[in-house]
């Protein structure tokens, strides 16, 4: 462009899309530029999935049976250290790009050895991109390779090498530490949670048997060990522990065909719910896809064929549908595959169209082989699934009644909730609140325009034990279930939704919390979607007063108590100050909820999110399921990090 041309558009408006306006964005530029599109986002998910990305290519060397043990440790400066005993990134001068391997793999996007299947025949990370990404967006990176008797090392600063690859020393053993530091120019956060990686850590130990990973919080001085020669059996028992199974070992089969392997682990138990987890190359397939629909389908027909053949269904005058095959049901469903063909962005859905046959056909044989084998358990199993098929009826009739009613579609809206005026669903809010007195306050304390409140009263049901006909049933639910409109079961549809914020406000004490977990448990098990879409939340409401002459601060934790003391003391003896202790919401006046808890502009709300299911499956099942051992066991194992803990 010349400086006449730059002249001329400088004297008049001119608006054209021609070539100089295209920008070329070379390297790892485009990465820095448009983080989001390699990693989901800036925030916490984004953060780690950074470390997801380098575990992933360790993950991939086990896969080839390269790799026994991986380690991942957060330093106590912040940064994250994962190293392995597989193979190592080449070393040696790439021929067409006279860089070495590591510094191709590192800098270059789409680079990798995953596309001709020479190096490795299935893996979890498909478009060569982890280690470049993660390089481009940290602040510093640096790579050592174990490999050929010698240890490599090269450097990295935002993407860029500051060294070359230099040999620092001899080595016995092969394998690649990776360290890092994200980069805070291009993050919301770079604090990481440790426990959100160990458990993305176990689920790969499960995953993949005999795989050794080990997690460390220098932080903290955490430890975590992971390692399960029984894999997916291990994994199943893991999310059945508390529940009374009704077989004492989970079924297992493993198969491989056309170079497809599937591994499916599942166990009956005596709940009311179906826990199936899917995975294709380690990856977790959320909305499912072609492997989960094959299994769905052979545990169908499979069931269906060996209850007639053996006249289990004398006196049965319905059909055992999928549904009722699936209840207590918990199972996991592992496929890995060469050329694996997800939908979307997210690769939550596995397309591969002949997935759904090869899993179909080796779930028949596999349970016939199992039915015929255990009768005792076959007859146990589908005696519960004939119960659950009643129990459908049941739920069919009171759903009608309901629907009648107007609650599953929010037509009838309950008696007790004060609406907010607004039909913008986005910027509305409702507060389910504990007890009638604190639903009267909030009431009053809310901003009518956007704010709705519903008081919950009486004793809620736990639904981790009930059946949905009781939850349809069930008076303190219905009228929750009519104010969000959703529905409930096969009737719920998110975009009936009329709220854009679900809140969930108990008291800050036992009872209070024992009304969240509640309340948690109905949506994490019926209405699963408000949470997945990030639309529920948790209100803080202070635990604290802290009072001198005019002057009133809010704590919410101890520690902000205790600070707020000091402050008011200021040089002096600390006489006229007052602290109040909240045991309910019901002691704050409208303005102080208003204020501390309702205001948009300074409350506190927790977003309660599903970044680990598995770990929610477990836990629910865990603290509202009927083994008193296994809650206790939690209990004196977490008692000494509560915070706060009424009498």
Same mark, same amino acid.
């Given at each position: 462009?010349?400086?006449?041309?730059?002249?001329?558009?400088?004297?008049?408006?001119?608006?054209?899309?021609?070539?100089?306006?295209?920008?070329?964005?070379?390297?790892?530029?485009?990465?820095?530029?448009?983080?989001?599109?390699?990693?989901?986002?800036?925030?916490?998910?984004?953060?780690?999935?950074?470390? @997801?990305?380098?575990?992933?290519?360790?993950?991939?060397?086990?896969?080839?049976?390269?790799?026994?043990?991986?380690?991942?440790?957060?330093?106590?400066?912040?940064?994250?250290?994962?190293?392995?005993?597989?193979?190592?990134?080449?070393?040696?001068?790439?021929?067409?790009?006279?860089?070495?391997?590591?510094?191709?793999?590192?800098?270059?996007?789409?680079?990798?050895?995953?596309?001709?299947?020479?190096?490795?025949?299935?893996?979890?990370?498909?478009?060569?991109?982890?280690?470049?990404?993660?390089?481009?967006?940290?602040?510093?990176?640096?790579?050592?390779?174990?490999?050929?008797? @010698?240890?490599?090392?090269?450097?990295?600063?935002?993407?860029?090498?500051?060294?070359?690859?230099?040999?620092?020393?001899?080595?016995?053993?092969?394998?690649?530490?990776?360290?890092?530091?994200?980069?805070?120019?291009?993050?919301?956060?770079?604090?990481?949670?440790?426990?959100?990686?160990?458990?993305?850590?176990?689920?790969?130990?499960?995953?993949? @048997?005999?795989?050794?990973?080990?997690?460390?919080?220098?932080?903290?001085?955490?430890?975590?060990?992971?390692?399960?020669?029984?894999?997916?059996?291990?994994?199943?028992?893991?999310?059945?522990?508390?529940?009374?199974?009704?077989?004492?070992?989970?079924?297992?089969?493993?198969?491989?065909?056309?170079?497809?392997?599937?591994?499916?682990?599942?166990?009956?138990?005596?709940?009311?719910?179906?826990?199936?987890?899917?995975?294709?190359?380690?990856? @977790?397939?959320?909305?499912?896809?072609?492997?989960?629909?094959?299994?769905?389908?052979?545990?169908?027909?499979?069931?269906?064929?060996?209850?007639?053949?053996?006249?289990?269904?004398?006196?049965?005058?319905?059909?055992?549908?999928?549904?009722?095959?699936?209840?207590?049901?918990?199972?996991?469903?592992?496929?890995?595959?060469?050329?694996?063909?997800?939908?979307?962005?997210?690769?939550?859905?596995?397309?591969?169209?002949?997935?759904?046959?090869?899993?179909?056909?080796?779930?028949?044989?596999?349970?016939?082989?199992?039915?015929?084998?255990?009768?005792?358990?076959?007859?146990?199993?589908?005696?519960?699934?004939?119960?659950?098929?009643?129990?459908?009826?049941?739920?069919?009739?009171?759903?009608?009644?309901?629907?009648?009613?107007?609650?599953?579609?929010?037509?009838?809206?309950?008696?007790?909730?004060?609406?907010?005026?607004?039909?913008?669903?986005?910027?509305?809010?409702?507060?389910?609140?504990?007890?009638?007195?604190?639903?009267?306050?909030?009431?009053?304390?809310?901003?009518?325009?956007?704010?709705?409140?519903?008081?919950?009263?009486?004793?809620?049901?736990?639904?981790?034990?009930?059946?949905?006909?009781?939850?349809?049933?069930?008076?303190?639910?219905?009228?929750?279930?009519?104010?969000?409109?959703?529905?409930?079961?096969?009737?719920?549809?998110?975009?009936?939704?009329?709220?854009?914020?679900?809140?969930?406000?108990?008291?800050?004490?036992?009872?209070?919390?024992?009304?969240?977990?509640?309340?948690?448990?109905?949506?994490?098990?019926?209405?699963?979607?408000?949470?997945?879409?990030?639309?529920?939340?948790?209100?803080?409401?202070?635990?604290?007063?802290?009072?001198?002459?005019?002057?009133?601060?809010?704590?919410?934790?101890?520690?902000?108590?205790?600070?707020?003391?000091?402050?008011?003391?200021?040089?002096?003896?600390?006489?006229?100050?007052?602290?109040?202790?909240?045991?309910?919401?019901?002691?704050?006046?409208?303005?102080?909820?208003?204020?501390?808890?309702?205001?948009?502009?300074?409350?506190?709300?927790?977003?309660?999110?599903?970044?680990?299911?598995?770990?929610?499956?477990?836990?629910?099942?865990?603290?509202?399921?009927?083994?008193?051992?296994?809650?206790?066991?939690?209990?004196?194992?977490?008692?000494?990090?509560?915070?706060?803990?009424?009498?």
């Amino acid at each position: 462009m010349t400086e006449d041309h730059d002249k001329k558009n400088d004297d008049q408006e001119v608006d054209e899309y021609g070539s100089d306006a295209i920008q070329v964005l070379k390297g790892l530029e485009g990465v820095r530029k448009r983080p989001a599109m390699y990693i989901g986002d800036t925030g916490e998910s984004g953060l780690h999935e950074l470390v @997801k990305e380098i575990v992933n290519n360790s993950v991939d060397e086990a896969m080839a049976g390269r790799c026994n043990r991986i380690d991942v440790t957060v330093m106590a400066d912040g940064s994250v250290t994962i190293e392995d005993d597989g193979r190592g990134i080449p070393t040696g001068m790439h021929a067409g790009e006279g860089k070495s391997g590591v510094e191709v793999v590192m800098t270059m996007l789409h680079a990798g050895g995953k596309f001709d299947k020479k190096a490795y025949q299935v893996s979890g990370g498909l478009h060569g991109v982890g280690g470049s990404v993660v390089n481009a967006l940290s602040e510093w990176l640096s790579v050592e390779v174990r490999q050929n008797g @010698k240890i490599y090392q090269q450097k990295y600063k935002r993407g860029i090498p500051q060294t070359e690859l230099e040999v620092i020393g001899e080595a016995d053993t092969t394998g690649t530490i990776i360290r890092f530091l994200p980069d805070a120019e291009i993050f919301e956060t770079i604090q990481f949670d440790s426990e959100l990686i160990s458990y993305r850590l176990r689920e790969l130990a499960f995953l993949n @048997k005999g795989l050794e990973i080990n997690a460390t919080d220098e932080r903290t001085g955490t430890v975590d060990k992971y390692h399960f020669e029984g894999g997916v059996v291990e994994f199943v028992e893991f999310l059945n522990e508390g529940r009374n199974c009704l077989h004492a070992d989970p079924m297992y089969l493993e198969g491989n065909r056309d170079g497809v392997s599937v591994e499916i682990a599942m166990q009956y138990n005596d709940s009311y719910q179906e826990s199936v987890f899917t995975y294709a190359n380690n990856i @977790k397939t959320t909305e499912g896809g072609t492997h989960l629909v094959g299994f769905r389908a052979a545990l169908t027909t499979t069931i269906n064929s060996y209850s007639n053949r053996e006249d289990l269904l004398k006196g049965v005058k319905f059909a055992l549908s999928g549904e009722d095959a699936r209840e207590g049901l918990t199972a996991v469903v592992s496929v890995k595959l060469p050329e694996p063909q997800f939908e979307g962005q997210t690769k939550s859905k596995l397309g591969n169209s002949d997935v759904k046959g090869l899993v179909q056909s080796l779930t028949s044989e596999a349970l016939s082989m199992y039915l015929e084998e255990h009768p005792d358990v076959a007859k146990r199993v589908i005696s519960k699934i004939i119960e659950a098929g009643r129990a459908r009826d049941a739920a069919r009739k009171a759903r009608e009644l309901t629907r009648r009613k107007g609650v599953l579609d929010g037509a009838s809206l309950p008696g007790k909730l004060a609406d907010c005026s607004s039909r913008d669903r986005e910027e509305t809010e409702i507060y389910l609140v504990e007890g009638d007195s604190a639903g009267g306050s909030a009431a009053q304390a809310r901003d009518q325009k956007f704010q709705a409140v519903l008081p919950m009263f009486g004793k809620m049901l736990n639904v981790e034990r009930v059946r949905i006909d009781r939850v349809l049933g069930n008076d303190k639910l219905l009228p929750l279930i009519a104010a969000l409109g959703v529905g409930i079961g096969e009737d719920f549809d998110l975009s009936r939704l009329r709220y854009g914020k679900v809140i969930i406000m108990a008291d800050a004490d036992v009872d209070g919390a024992h009304i969240r977990t509640l309340l948690m448990t109905f949506f994490f098990r019926y209405l699963r979607g408000i949470i997945s879409e990030g639309k529920l939340y948790l209100a803080q409401p202070p635990l604290f007063l802290v009072k001198r002459g005019k002057r009133e601060m809010y704590a919410f934790s101890e520690k902000e108590r205790d600070e707020y003391v000091a402050e008011l003391k200021g040089d002096g003896d600390g006489r006229g100050i007052m602290i109040q202790r909240y045991k309910g919401l019901g002691e704050m006046n409208p303005e102080q909820l208003w204020e501390t808890t309702m205001d948009p502009e300074s409350r506190t709300l927790l977003h309660v999110n599903l970044d680990d299911a598995v770990e929610a499956e477990h836990m629910f099942t865990l603290l509202m399921g009927e083994h008193v051992e296994p809650r206790r066991a939690f209990i004196e194992a977490n008692a000494l990090s509560v915070k706060f803990l009424d009498a």
